[in-house]
C-alpha cells in the first residue's frame, strides 16, 4: 500500500485548495443524486487545543467514485494550533462512507505508531 505522505512535502495552500475542490465537487454530486442545489453549510465547529505535552490528531475521508478511489487525509497539531505532520493517502474501491472513515481512523492509528506520536 502506497502512503503518499511519505516524504513529500506540499505547501499548505496547495492542500488547502485542494480540499476545497473536493468539497465543491462533492457537494455538486450529492446535489445531483439528490435533484437539488447545493446548500450552504452554516455549522459553525471551533477547534479545540490539546493539553500541553499532547497531540490532537483529525482525520477525515472522502469518497470519489468517478474514480472509483477513496481518499483520505490526517494531520496532527500540538498543544498550540501549529501544525506538526499531515498525511493523505488515496486506496482503490469505493467502500460505504463510514467504513471509508473507519479504514481512515485506522490507518491514521497505524501512521501516528509508525512516526511515534504517542500521546494524541
Known sequence: MRRYWEEVEKPVHLSINAGREYLLQWREIKAKQENVRPAAINTQVTWQPPADGEFKCNVD????????????????????????????????????????????????????????????
Open 61 to 120: 475521508a472522502a469518497l470519489f467514485n468517478e474514480e472509483q478511489q477513496f481518499g483520505m487525509g490526517m494531520c496532527i497539531r500540538g498543544a498550540h494550533g501549529s501544525f506538526v505532520k499531515v498525511g493523505t493517502m488515496v486506496i482503490e474501491g469505493t467502500p460505504p462512507p463510514l467504513e471509508a472513515e473507519a479504514y481512515a481512523l485506522k490507518e491514521a492509528l497505524i501512521w501516528l505508531e509508525e512516526i511515534g506520536i504517542s500521546r494524541v
